[in-house]
């Protein structure tokens, strides 16, 4: 089955500066890469993702990257600011609907005013 | 649109009781999951229900675990007799068919002392 591993298990860093997640991935097959944000109390949300025909998806001031070969990818979040502070979870999947989710350990950003 | 909604927030129970959780998807999502993230670890899948079938049910811990989904609709997940390892946040999420996207509930928390 698919194994997901994500690092660093807790990030700070100053507001304004950038954030970054790192996933990697097991299975070859996966194609659809979730990210999710969990703010205290609060429900998983997801907040971008990105399909493996694409390299690099970007949201304001979130940005996705996907290695297909090294089967990495990663969260990017510029220009931190207090309300980014949550818990992350990068995710991996083969899409098409009646596949589960094989989630990372999360990472939990703090970000410091 | 009402979001996923889960029953109860919190339950603490002693070991050897019985908990069920309760879950209610998004109206018209016909998958629906359940995960379990235990302390600092994964979101870890339990299992998939399309309509009232079990899809996959790979991720279910044991047999103290039962999830039912009568009618397709609500689905609720029973844990007899619970455990203390059993503790942890149990999400529950809905997609809609052939749908990549889930969305979650708030979780209910389980404490089992």
């Given at each position: 089955?698919?194994?997901?591993?994500?690092?660093?298990?807790?990030?700070?860093?100053?507001?304004?500066?950038?954030?970054?997640?790192?996933?990697?991935?097991?299975?070859?097959?996966?194609?659809?890469?979730?990210?999710?944000?969990?703010?205290?109390?609060?429900?998983?949300?997801?907040?971008?993702?990105?399909?493996?025909?694409?390299?690099?998806?970007?949201?304001?001031?979130?940005?996705?990257?996907?290695?297909?070969?090294?089967?990495?990818?990663?969260?990017?979040?510029?220009?931190?600011?207090?309300?980014?502070?949550?818990?992350?979870?990068?995710?991996?999947?083969?899409?098409?609907?009646?596949q589960k989710v094989t989630f990372g350990t999360g990472t939990k950003l703090q970000v410091i005013? | 649109?009402?979001?996923?909604?889960?029953?109860?927030?919190?339950?603490?129970?002693?070991?050897?009781?019985?908990?069920?959780?309760?879950?209610?998807?998004?109206?018209?999502?016909?998958?629906?999951?359940?995960?379990?993230?235990?302390m600092g670890k994964e979101i870890k899948f339990l299992l998939h229900f399309v309509k009232e079938?079990?899809?996959?049910?790979?991720?279910?811990?044991?047999?103290?675990?039962?999830?039912?989904?009568?009618?397709?609709?609500?689905?609720?997940?029973?844990?007899?007799?619970?455990?203390?390892?059993?503790?942890?946040?149990?999400?529950?999420?809905?997609?809609?068919?052939?749908?990549?996207?889930?969305?979650?509930?708030?979780?209910?928390?389980?404490?089992v002392t």
């Amino acid at each position: 089955g698919e194994n997901v591993e994500q690092h660093p298990s807790t990030l700070s860093v100053q507001e304004g500066d950038s954030a970054v997640i790192k996933c990697t991935y097991s299975d070859s097959a996966s194609n659809y890469f979730p990210w999710y944000k969990q703010e205290l109390g609060k429900r998983p949300q997801l907040i971008i993702d990105i399909r493996s025909n694409v390299g690099e998806k970007k949201d304001q001031r979130i940005a996705v990257t996907l290695n297909k070969t090294a089967k990495h990818f990663s969260l990017h979040i510029t220009e931190t600011q207090p309300e980014d502070s949550a818990v992350y979870f990068c995710a991996a999947l083969r899409s098409g609907g009646y596949q589960k989710v094989t989630f990372g350990t999360g990472t939990k950003l703090q970000v410091i005013p | 649109e009402a979001g996923v909604t889960q029953f109860p927030s919190h339950s603490v129970i002693e070991k050897g009781q019985t908990v069920t959780l309760r879950c209610d998807p998004i109206s018209g999502h016909d998958n629906l999951y359940w995960y379990r993230r235990v302390m600092g670890k994964e979101i870890k899948f339990l299992l998939h229900f399309v309509k009232e079938s079990k899809q996959d049910e790979s991720g279910m811990p044991n047999n103290r675990f039962l999830a039912e989904r009568t009618g397709g609709t609500y689905s609720t997940l029973k844990v007899q007799p619970a455990e203390l390892e059993d503790s942890g946040v149990y999400f529950c999420a809905s997609s809609q068919e052939y749908a990549n996207e889930q969305y979650f509930g708030p979780g209910t928390r389980l404490t089992v002392t």
